[in-house]
């Protein structure tokens, strides 16, 4: 067993570090205020081609191996999760395109997302159906070769700025969740931006209504006798993938901050590091840091190895970073006392979008119901 | 690996992540199994990766994943026109 990253890994590393560090961390605390991300942010990202970077090179993507993917998310989350979210929302409809979608759907629509000519957010939750995905209301009817599609998606990450959703609405005939790429300019479709939030301030949410919007038949993604919710689990997959390194993100730059400041930090003539309960807290937040990271590992090499273990580890990995970076952000905001509360250090961010990691791709919660059942499968008698 | 050995490995698979040892071949996975929409996903994955069965967009169908059976002859027809 051997835990290193290739030449090629550590290349992409520093590349992706160098990016973040030049472009992405600058105008963090700006996204924050602002509720954005700047399009020239957007621009860069897609000239970089870190946009739909696990994508097939063959329709303009990287081809990013899942370890550098994960590597990717790390380095622009520890600068901005905002920024950082924007590639899990647009890269899971990437994933579920060149999945699921048939050949046509992939040769339209890849080239233009890989790009960026096209920026791409899901639309799955509704004002009354969050976890219980199955319960969605949103209703997509078939007429003649179009699809009319109703309803109203809420909490959608990048709805502000997408020019394309990967909508989740019900099949009027089977009864089936089904995905569709329903474009923002579609007559009928009004997005409704949603600001002032707690943290990812910066992830432009907005809640979208449909009313009667017409599709082409074509738009759906995959057949329509899919197995129900594969698209979303496809979809979701990589976000809990992505979530979960945005997660060690969180909990890498609180540590990062929290060793600086408590170096030079004085207080009774030493530094605050001297403080043996200051050691203890940091002795949990890295620990936890890189315990979170090596879950994460796991999960990237079982996915890049193609193995069915990868929806399991990813799970673990996803809940248990999040949890992390909640508890560490936490700490990391002690140690740095009145200045952690305040704007002047960046972990008053990272604890307000600590917050939110908990929730989305599968709260905390859900992920405690789901997990234990595959522990079962491991520990069951029956195995 | 032949046709047999993946038949077999299929319905261990299956069995064994659905914890349900006495599925029966013709048993639907999604509704005494208890399949969730996680489960296609590894279901996906085994199927081509851990048997070496590449899927087509067409094959992607709830038909040809709800029964141990139905996946198997799926896979019968695979292998005869690869």
């Known amino acids: 067993m051997r835990i290193q990253l290739t030449s090629e890994q550590l290349e992409n590393r520093s590349r992706f570090g160098a990016f973040a560090e030049e472009h992405i961390a600058p105008l963090a605390a700006a996204s924050d205020r602002n509720g954005r991300i700047e399009m020239s942010v957007v621009k860069r990202l897609a000239r970089e081609r870190f946009l739909g970077s696990r994508v097939a090179v063959s329709f303009g993507g990287d081809g990013l191996d899942m370890i550098s993917y994960g590597l990717l998310h790390e380095e622009f989350g520890k600068a901005c999760s905002s920024t950082r979210s924007l590639l899990t929302v647009h890269d899971m409809v990437c994933e579920a395109v060149e999945r699921l979608g048939n050949e046509n759907m992939r040769e339209q629509w890849l080239p233009l997302l890989t790009s960026g000519e096209r920026i791409a957010a899901f639309a799955l939750t509704e004002p009354a159906s969050g976890s219980d995905a199955s319960s969605i209301a949103t209703t997509a009817v078939l007429e003649g070769d179009e699809y009319l599609i109703t309803g109203k998606k809420t909490w959608i990450s990048f709805a502000q700025l997408a020019d394309v959703f990967l909508l989740i609405a019900r099949d009027g005939e089977h009864g089936t969740m089904a995905g569709f790429l329903v474009p923002a300019d579609t007559d009928g479709l009004v997005v409704r931006p949603i600001s002032d939030i707690l943290g990812l301030r910066g992830s432009m949410l907005g809640e979208v209504e449909l009313t009667e919007c017409r599709v082409p038949a074509s738009s759906r993604v995959g057949s329509p006798k899919m197995p129900a919710g594969l698209i979303v689990a496809t979809a979701l997959q990589l976000g809990r993938y992505s979530v979960a390194w945005g997660s060690v993100a969180i909990a890498e730059a609180c540590v990062a901050s929290s060793f600086r400041y408590s170096s030079r930090r004085y207080q009774f003539n030493v530094p605050i590091f001297e403080h043996q309960l200051i050691r203890a807290m940091l002795t949990e937040m890295l620990a936890e840091t890189k315990a979170a990271r090596l879950l994460c590992y796991e999960a990237g090499y079982l996915a890049q190895e193609r193995k069915p273990d990868a929806v399991e580890a990813t799970l673990i990995a996803k809940f248990f970073a999040s949890k992390a970076a909640a508890r560490i952000s936490a700490d990391a905001v002690q140690i740095h006392g009145a200045n952690g509360v305040s704007k002047n250090y960046a972990v008053e961010r990272h604890f307000r979008d600590a917050r939110v990691m908990e929730i989305i791709e599968g709260s905390t919660q859900i992920q405690q119901i789901t997990i234990p059942k595959y522990g079962l499968r491991s520990y069951s008698e029956n195995r | ?82």
């Open chain 2, 1 to 82: 690996m032949d046709l047999t050995d993946k038949r077999a490995q299929l319905r261990e698979f299956v069995t064994r992540s659905l914890g349900t040892p006495n599925l029966a071949g013709d048993d639907d996975i999604f509704e005494v199994g208890g399949a969730t929409s996680l489960f296609s996903v590894e279901l996906v994955i085994f199927i081509e990766d851990s048997l070496g069965v590449p899927l087509a967009d067409d094959d992607l169908e709830r038909d040809n994943f709800a029964t141990i059976n139905a996946m198997a002859a799926m896979i019968d027809r695979k292998h005869a026109t690869p």
